[in-house]
C-alpha cells in the first residue's frame, strides 16, 4: 500500500469556522508533512513531523494548527482563515526525513469565504 | 536560503527529446529531487541525485552536477501524456528537507 489518503476533498469555509483537514499513511513512514500549493505555483512547505514531533513550522501563522496523533495520522487544525488561505493543502510522507522519496495525498482544496 | 531556477514554460513535439534545466544556490546542497505534477494531481517522484552523474530511468534521465550547481531532467521518446509540470526540489543540510523550484510547465503537442 503506497497511498497517502486526505479528507476531505473539497472544503469551503467561512472566517469564523473551525476545520480540520485530515491525512492518513500505513506504509510505516515516520516522516509526515504538510504544502500549501497555490494556482500555478510550486508546494510550499509548512510543517514536518518526524517520528510524532514537530520538526519543521515554516514561520506559518498560528490560525494553522497541525497535530500528529500517531505515526499513521496527521491532522491540520484550521481556525480564522483569511481568503488568501484558500489554495491546495497537500500532505505527504517519506520513510525518514531527508533524501528519501515523498508519497504525496491528492490534496484538500480550501476555499475560504 | 536557497535560489532555485528553472525555466517557466516549455514547448516540445511528440517523440521528440527535451532537457529541462535546473540551477540553484545553496550553501549545504545535500541533494536534488524531480518530480512530476499534472494538473490538479499530486506531484509524484522522478528522480533523487545527491553525486555527481547521469541517473537513468526508462524515458527519464537526471543529471547532477555540484560544482556547477545545475542539474537536468532529459525526457525521451515524449508521449502526450508527459504533459505536466517538472518540480526541481533542493536538499539543504540545514533544513534536511527539500524545497521546491517555481517548475517547469511542459506542453507536448503532436
Known amino acids: 500500500d503506497t497511498e497517502v489518503t486526505q479528507t476531505p476533498k473539497h472544503l469551503v469555509m467561512g472566517m469564523t469556522n473551525k476545520k480540520s483537514l485530515k491525512c492518513e499513511q500505513h506504509?510505516?513512514?515516520?516522516?509526515m508533512y504538510w504544502y500549501k500549493q497555490k494556482a500555478k505555483k510550486p508546494p510550499e512547505l509548512m510543517f514536518v513531523y518526524s517520528y510524532e514531533k514537530l520538526s519543521i513550522n515554516e514561520s506559518v501563522p498560528s490560525r494553522f494548527s497541525p497535530e500528529c496523533p500517531n505515526s499513521s495520522l496527521l491532522n491540520l487544525h484550521l481556525h480564522a482563515l483569511q481568503p488568501e488561505d484558500s489554495a491546495l493543502y497537500l500532505c505527504?510522507?517519506?520513510?525518514?526525513?531527508?533524501?528519501?522519496?515523498?508519497?504525496f495525498g491528492p490534496g484538500t482544496r480550501l476555499t475560504v469565504t | 536560503g536557497q535560489n532555485i531556477d528553472q525555466p517557466t514554460e516549455m514547448t516540445a513535439t511528440e517523440g521528440a527529446i527535451v532537457q529541462i534545466n535546473c540551477t540553484y544556490q545553496?550553501?549545504?546542497?545535500?541533494?536534488l529531487f524531480w518530480y512530476q505534477q499534472h494538473a490538479g494531481e499530486a506531484p509524484t517522484f522522478l528522480s533523487y541525485n545527491v553525486l555527481d552523474g547521469l541517473e537513468e530511468k526508462g524515458r527519464f534521465s537526471s543529471f547532477l552536477s555540484r560544482s556547477k550547481g545545475y542539474s537536468y531532467l532529459l525526457l525521451k521518446e515524449l508521449q502526450m501524456k508527459d504533459s505536466a509540470s517538472y518540480l526541481c526540489a533542493v536538499r539543504d543540510r540545514r533544513y534536511d528537507d527539500m524545497r521546491f523550484g517555481a517548475g517547469t510547465r511542459l506542453t507536448v503537442k503532436p
Open positions: 506504509m510505516g513512514h515516520r516522516a
Open positions: 505527504a510522507s517519506s520513510q525518514d526525513r531527508g533524501g528519501y522519496e515523498q508519497y
Open positions: 545553496t550553501s549545504g546542497f545535500n541533494g
